[in-house]
């Protein structure tokens, strides 16, 4: 099991801002890729934003421009910087890694946007 703890989620206006942070148990250098999904009431989970193991970054084109996922290498942690949230963007968000063909979650973190 590679645990993976989000955090950073909560309630903003819109308009607001807030970071999550997805830190896993181990160097996250073992992972091809690690990224952020989201899931809203009654919608299928789709996937946010994507960083591979050297350092590529891409994003669906609903935050494109709004959401920045980065990395801290030495504390074992991507973030996923959300700008200008609207009411959309509600959701629980999901950190995801890849190692070969296994696939890990965390336990999501609930985004609340108030209009």
């Known amino acids: 099991q590679v645990p993976l703890v989000e955090s950073g989620g909560g309630l903003v206006q819109a308009g607001g801002s807030l970071r999550l942070s997805c830190t896993a148990s181990g160097s996250i250098l073992r992972f091809s890729r690690m990224g952020w999904y989201r899931q809203a009431p009654g919608k299928q989970r789709e996937e946010v934003a994507r960083?591979?193991?050297?350092?590529?970054?891409n994003y669906a084109d609903s935050v494109k421009g709004r959401f920045t996922i980065s990395r801290d290498i030495g504390k074992n942690t991507v973030y996923l910087q959300m700008n200008s949230l609207n009411f959309e963007d509600t959701a629980v968000y999901y950190c995801n890694a890849l190692v070969l063909v296994s696939e890990f979650w965390g336990q999501g973190t609930q985004v609340t946007v108030s209009s």
């Open positions: 960083v591979t193991k050297g350092g590529s970054t």
